[in-house]
């Protein structure tokens, strides 16, 4: 299940562990769900969508369904971004292998009391530099 809130900001809820394989960009949430059926899956997907809404000021606004070359720009996006992770290559197995078990069956709710994300407008700098 995914929620756009806008061209940066998106929701995603799965039952597949590997959709956090890898570190997002900020603004894309994603929760996972490994054996969830549509229903659990989906009361886990409007919980996130109200915490998000409640607490990172979100609201809902018209973005368009994506054409295929935008989801293509989006996947070479993220690649990207991985890229720019330092020491990228030997940080991989790790993602693929201990990071999609550690985060599955973590909401997006405890993912942020946890400190693993960031919601928008949060400061990120803590040092006033």
């Given amino acids: ?5 806008s061209d940066d900001v998106s929701l995603s809820t799965s039952t597949n562990r590997a959709s956090n ?5 900020a603004g894309r949430y994603c929760q996972t769900f490994d054996g ?3 229903t659990e ?3 886990h997907h409007l919980a996130a969508e109200a915490f998000l809404m409640r607490v990172g000021r979100l609201s809902f606004g018209h973005v368009d369904p994506p054409s295929e ?3 293509a720009r989006g996947s070479r996006s993220s690649l990207e971004f991985v890229r720019s992770i330092p020491l990228w290559r030997f940080r991989l197995p790790v ?3 201990v ?3 550690r985060w599955n069956g973590i909401g997006i709710e405890e993912q942020h009391r ?3 994300i960031r919601l928008p407008g949060e400061v990120t700098d803590l040092t006033g530099a």
């Fill in 1 to 5: 299940m995914v929620t756009a809130f």
């Fill in 21 to 25: 394989a890898v570190p997002k960009r």
């Fill in 36 to 38: 969830a059926d549509i």
């Fill in 41 to 43: 899956l989906q009361e």
């Fill in 69 to 71: 070359e935008e989801l």
């Fill in 95 to 97: 993602w693929f292998f």
């Fill in 99 to 101: 990071r999609p078990g």
């Fill in 114 to 116: 946890r400190g693993w």
